[in-house]
Each structure stands twice: as C-alpha cells, then as structure tokens.
C-alpha cells in the first residue's frame, strides 16, 4: 500500500493537480489538496472491491476522467495484475508457468501457502498485510472470504504471529492463520489452499486457542471429526452431562494440558499456578470422569471425547 501511496503523492506533484482521495472503508487515503475550502468537485472510482470518492478542485474538472483512468489503472498493475495469475490457478485456469516465473521467482524453489481470515473487513486486513510485506518477496491476494499469501519465510510461524497480532491491534477483531510448508509445484496451491482453509475450519469448530493452525499437525482434529455419527453420540452420551459441570478454569486447564503435550510442569507455567495446584486439577477431572489424563492411552480417548463435546456445544 505505501508504493501505492508513493505513486499518487509522486502523481500530484508532477501534474501540479492537487486531490483527496477517501476509500468508504477508510483502508486508502490520501490528502493531497492544501485548502479544504476551495470549491471543489467529487466523484468515484472503483479500486478493487473498494468504492472510493476523490475530492478535485473545481478548476482541474477537465482533468477528471483522466485522474480517473491514472488512479485505477495504476491500483490494477500494482496489486492485481501478478496477482491474478495466482487466483487463476486457484480457479483451475491454465496459466503459463512462465509467468509465474517472470513476475515471482520464489515461487519455482520451496514455498509457503498461508491463509488468513477474519472476522472483520478482508479489504483492511489486505492492506494491513500489503504494508507488512511491501518491498518483499511475498504475493498476497483477496480470494472468496480469504487473503492467500505464498511466501518463503525463514519462520513461517513467527511471521503468522505477526500478521495475526497486527490485524487484531489494528482491527480489533478476531484473525485466524493456517499454513502449509514446502510446496514445491505451482499448481498444488489449489489443493494446498483447500487444506488450509480445512485447518482453519476446524480450528474454529473445536475452538483451539492459538487461532494459528498447520494442517499436518491437525490429524487428531480432522480423525475426530470424521468419526461416524452413531459413534459420536455414544461417546457425547457418556461424558457430556460432566463436561456441562466443568468450569471455565477446568475446560481451560485441559487444554492447556493437551497444548503442552501432556507435561505438568509446562502446563503449570502457561496457566500460571503452582504445580500442587494443577496436579489437585486433574484429580478432579479424574474423580469427575473416570480419565486419567496424565495417562497418555487414557488421555487420548478423553481428548477425543472433549472434542466431540465441544463439536456438539458449538452447534448449540
């Protein structure tokens, strides 16, 4: 977004054209008249999905459609045109891998497929990630619901942090990332998008906390939710009336626990009690359900349980 920015500053200054330029979701703005009194003239132009209203002294009128076809022409080559190759391949249209190669070369070595959705506007996390990653190699496009980034980052997870942390502060509403690395073959990003958007949904089905998901390591969740429904209910039958009595710190140190791979010391640091004070937990939860969870046979067939109860509260 700041090249965009550059382009109308560098725009206004050598066409002596002053302008204001205010998108309706306040994602692009640009103030380039220097009275906001003088009479001027308004009128829109379509930047991506985004309608936006431009602010012309009256005196340049002649200019306008011209200013008009500048603007949206320019917003076209910076942030679709290389793009749409990408959503191409994502709708299954051939596209010549020699243009991948021309515009995004990173893309020919090993690469990363990250997926972010929000509860909020797509448009503005778009242009919270554009800014992020403006002058590197990484590819971000509007897709259905969803941003698809590719990218090679050195930590892919460090840097799903970062967009999720920054998309939360800045749009105060909830973000969720999933990803999945080492893609080698341009045209698997389909497949691999499918399988993020998977991850993502099922994240939010069972409610796991970190709202970042990896695909490969969300086996557990897909097996659970592919249990035959005769046999979900069979399992939601015999626990569901004792998860119902749990409270929000007991439901909130079972994830914990599993979140820690089972390891009472680090479960007791992430919640921040005493390690006497975890262990009298899961006793409860043991007196309460009959599961030892410390147990790794019986804590695997209790987190199944916990999960098909939290797939039944989810639909209530």
């Known amino acids: 977004m700041n090249s965009f920015i550059s382009f109308l500053e560098e725009l206004s200054y050598s066409t002596n054209?002053?302008?204001?330029?205010?998108?309706?979701?306040?994602?692009?703005?640009?103030?380039?008249?220097?009275?906001?009194?003088?009479?001027?003239?308004?009128?829109?132009?379509?930047?991506?999905?985004?309608?936006?209203?431009?602010?012309?002294?009256?005196?340049?009128?002649?200019?306008?459609?011209?200013l008009k076809y500048t603007i949206e022409s320019k917003y076209k080559e910076v942030f679709s045109e290389k793009g749409q190759y990408i959503i191409d391949i994502l709708d299954e249209k051939e596209v010549a891998i020699g243009n991948i190669e021309n515009n995004y070369s990173f893309l020919t070595n090993k690469f990363t497929l990250m997926l972010v959705a929000v509860d909020g506007s797509t448009n503005e996390a778009f242009n919270i990630i554009k800014d992020l990653y403006d002058d590197e190699n990484v590819l971000s496009v509007i897709y259905g619901n969803s941003i698809v980034i590719l990218c090679n980052f050195d930590d892919v997870y460090d840097n799903a942090e970062g967009i999720k942390t920054s998309i939360n502060s800045e749009l105060y509403c909830k973000c969720y990332v999933s990803y999945i690395e080492d893609l080698n073959d341009i045209y698997k990003i389909k497949k691999s998008y499918d399988n993020a958007k998977e991850a993502i949904y099922l994240g939010k089905k069972y409610q796991i906390r970190e709202e970042i998901y990896v695909y490969n390591k969300m086996l557990f969740e897909k097996l659970v939710y592919n249990i035959n429904k005769d046999v979900k209910e069979e399992i939601l039958e015999s626990l569901k009336d004792k998860f119902n009595l749990f409270d929000s710190e007991i439901i909130n140190t079972i994830e914990e626990?599993?979140?820690?791979?089972?390891?009472?010391?680090?479960?007791?640091?992430?919640?921040?009690?005493?390690?006497?004070?975890?262990?009298?937990?899961?006793?409860?939860?043991?007196?309460?359900?009959?599961?030892?969870?410390?147990?790794?046979?019986?804590?695997?067939?209790?987190?199944?349980?916990?999960?098909v109860w939290k797939e039944y509260k989810d639909k209530q």
């Not at 994602?27 to 906001?36: A, E, I, V």
């Open 257 to 307: 626990f599993v979140n820690c791979d089972l390891n009472i010391s680090n479960t007791a640091k992430k919640l921040y009690v005493h390690r006497n004070t975890l262990l009298y937990r899961l006793d409860k939860i043991k007196k309460e359900t009959g599961f030892d969870i410390r147990n790794f046979k019986e804590a695997a067939v209790f987190i199944i349980a916990f999960l």
């Open 17 to 66: 054209i002053k302008f204001k330029l205010n998108s309706d979701d306040d994602s692009l703005n640009y103030d380039g008249l220097l009275d906001d009194e003088i009479e001027s003239i308004y009128f829109n132009i379509i930047l991506g999905n985004t309608k936006t209203i431009i602010c012309l002294p009256k005196q340049y009128e002649n200019c306008r459609s011209l």
